[in-house]
Every structure is written in C-alpha cells, then in structure tokens.
C-alpha cells in the first residue's frame, strides 16, 4: 500500500523507503518532502527517531499529520546507532526492495522508479542498485559529484570495490530485500556498516548502476558521524576492519586475489594496533585464533600470548 494514497499496485512492486532520524531537525523536513515527492506510485514509509535530542521527532509527528501519510513511525527511547536501527528497518520491511536514507539528504524525484526498473530488468542474482550522488552542503549549495573520482561498474564489482575503484553514497543504493537472506543482516559489532555489509553483498551479489543523481548527498563540516569518529579513533577503524574482513573471506566464492588481499590487510591492520599498544589485540588475537585464521604476524601472536598467560 502507498503511503500517500493508500493504493495498492499490485502489478508494481513495492519499495520500502526506510528513513532514519538522528538530530538534524534543519534539515528533516526537505528530507521527508522529497521521499512524498517520488514518482514511484508504491512506496511503503518507515522513520525511526534515535532518540534525537532536538525537535526531530516533533516536526515527523507535525510533517506525518500534515501531509495525512500511512506510515511506521517509531521513536527510540535511547540511542542505538546506525547498524542497529538499519536492521530494525531490515525487519520491518514489507517491501520487495528497500532504500535506506539520512534526513540530512535530499532524494531526487525519479530515484525509487528508475531504480525498481532497472533491478526488475535484471535477474535475482543482482541484489543492488547504486547511482552517483551530487553533494551539498549545510547551506544546500551545489559541489559536484560525490562519485566522481570513481569508475562506473557494474556485474560482480567485488575486485573493484575492495581496490576502491568504485565508490557510493550509501543512501543512493536500491537493496532486493531477498538478499538479505544470503549476506545476513547488518553487523552490530562495527561502529558503521557499510564496508562491512558491502563486502559481503558484492561476494554473494552483483550490482547494477544508476545513472542518475539520485541523492543529494549533504556533507557536513561536522556531523554526528564525524564526533562518534573522533571519539572512537583510528583504533576501532582498525579492529572493525579485521573484523569485517575476516568475515567477508567466508562469503568469497572464488576470487583469490581479493582473498589474499583482505588477510594481508588484516595483517596490516594488526601491525597498527600493536605499534599503538591497543587493548582490541587481546580480543582480536583470540579471536582470530577460534576462526582457524592463523596468518597473524609472528611477534603478534607471542607477544599476545605472552600477554594472555601473564594475565592468567
């Protein structure tokens, strides 16, 4: 059923368009007009407030009567994260495709239809739609295209994703919710999700490509990611990434060059955890250990054993 009309399509799928809400009360409701101006006709509405500290769930609640939308609205009573409220999304979605999207952005008009066209034009074997981004800033000012540094890729883009030949904005993507049956959901151990949940689709799914500017895509001079960032530091960045690629070597049906490049990466990263001195080694060695992943650098692996028989 569309969330504007209350109509059911059923000769189109339909689109759950899942939006989160997390302290951007400037900017919520250009956000929420631009999901009510899509030209897809069957688009089901989900918002989830993370308990935002400013008026946030006030101006969904005054835009909602409004504008008189069928909807899911939900109201967290503490904050969760990003990784956790887009599984929360994962699990209430009705829709045969989902779009999960920021209220700091502006959804373009076309997005949801040319997408949905081009996914339903491809076989179930592709399990996303990304498209370039054009960003703005906090003023709404024009500053080119976010993924213009970037090839254009499309089929199975894991070697090109893993090298960083290709880049989205996340909020541009188009999920076949089906997918998720075989990637899994969201990993609630990783302080954001998208590498680590893309890794996984681009080794299970192929991609198609948009081209089409589908998000106005904010950046910000600070932002609720940036200050969780500078709290958190170059550490868990680290640890979230051995984490994510050891996981993503189980998912990699072939493609050993990509394999071999991710443990040698996880080597990397735990060379920087140990000229750092960081404590995720004593959570990380073990537990690398247990997965039957032994490439852990020699002086790494004594010195945290060491450490553990020390400690008892």
Same mark, same amino acid.
Request: net charge positive.
């Given at each position: 059923?569309?969330?504007?009309?209350?109509?059911?399509?059923?000769?189109?799928?339909?689109?759950?368009?899942?939006?989160?809400?997390?302290?951007?009360?400037?900017?919520?409701?250009? /956000?929420?007009?631009?999901?009510?101006?899509?030209?897809?006709?069957?688009?089901?509405?989900?918002?989830?407030?993370?308990?935002? /500290?400013?008026?946030?769930?006030?101006?969904?609640?005054?835009?909602?009567?409004?504008?008189?939308?069928?909807?899911?609205?939900?109201?967290?009573?503490?904050?969760?994260?990003?990784?956790?409220?887009?599984?929360?999304?994962?699990?209430?979605?009705?829709?045969?495709?989902?779009?999960?999207?920021?209220?700091?952005?502006?959804?373009?008009?076309?997005?949801?239809?040319?997408?949905?066209?081009?996914?339903?034009?491809?076989?179930?074997?592709?399990?996303? #739609?990304?498209?370039?981004?054009?960003?703005?800033?906090?003023?709404?000012?024009?500053?080119?295209?976010?993924?213009?540094?970037?090839?254009? #890729?499309?089929?199975?883009?894991?070697?090109?994703?893993?090298?960083?030949?290709?880049?989205?904005?996340?909020?541009?993507?188009?999920?076949?919710?089906?997918?998720?049956?075989?990637?899994?959901?969201?990993?609630?151990?990783?302080?954001?999700?998208?590498?680590?949940?893309?890794?996984?689709?681009?080794?299970?799914?192929?991609?198609? +490509?948009?081209?089409?500017?589908?998000?106005?895509?904010?950046?910000?001079?600070?932002?609720?990611?940036?200050?969780?960032?500078?709290?958190?530091?170059?550490?868990?960045?680290?640890?979230?990434?051995?984490?994510?690629?050891?996981?993503?070597?189980?998912?990699?049906?072939?493609?050993?060059?990509?394999?071999?490049?991710?443990?040698?990466?996880?080597?990397?990263?735990?060379?920087?955890?140990?000229?750092?001195?960081?404590? +995720?080694?004593?959570?990380?060695?073990? +537990?690398?250990?247990?997965?039957?992943? +032994?490439?852990?650098?020699?002086?790494?692996?004594?010195?945290?054993?060491?450490?553990?028989?020390?400690?008892?």
């Amino acid at each position: 059923m569309d969330f504007r009309t209350g109509k059911i399509h059923s000769a189109l799928p339909l689109v759950t368009v899942a939006v989160s809400s997390y302290n951007y009360s400037m900017y919520i409701e250009a /956000a929420l007009d631009s999901v009510l101006q899509q030209t897809y006709p069957h688009i089901e509405l989900v918002i989830i407030d993370d308990c935002s /500290a400013d008026a946030c769930p006030q101006i969904i609640e005054a835009w909602i009567k409004k504008h008189n939308v069928r909807c899911t609205y939900i109201q967290h009573e503490y904050n969760k994260g990003i990784t956790k409220t887009s599984n929360e999304f994962v699990q209430l979605a009705k829709g045969k495709y989902i779009s999960l999207f920021a209220t700091d952005d502006i959804m373009l008009p076309e997005k949801i239809e040319r997408q949905v066209a081009l996914m339903e034009a491809k076989g179930d074997d592709y399990g996303v #739609c990304y498209a370039f981004a054009n960003m703005i800033d906090e003023e709404g000012t024009m500053h080119g295209n976010y993924n213009s540094q970037h090839q254009v #890729c499309e089929g199975d883009i894991l070697e090109d994703y893993v090298h960083q030949r290709v880049g989205f904005a996340t909020p541009t993507s188009l999920i076949r919710m089906s997918a998720y049956a075989v990637t899994g959901l969201y990993d609630e151990r990783v302080l954001y999700e998208d590498y680590n949940f893309w890794l996984r689709m681009f080794a299970c799914f192929k991609a198609c +490509y948009c081209d089409y500017p589908c998000i106005l895509y904010r950046v910000k001079k600070q932002s609720a990611v940036y200050d969780q960032w500078r709290k958190n530091n170059s550490e868990r960045y680290y640890r979230d990434r051995i984490l994510s690629n050891l996981q993503a070597l189980h998912y990699i049906k072939g493609h050993n060059s990509v394999k071999t490049f991710l443990r040698k990466k996880i080597s990397q990263y735990l060379k920087a955890l140990d000229a750092g001195k960081s404590a +995720y080694l004593h959570e990380l060695v073990p +537990y690398l250990l247990k997965r039957g992943y +032994y490439k852990i650098p020699p002086r790494i692996y004594m010195k945290t054993l060491n450490r553990m028989v020390n400690n008892g």
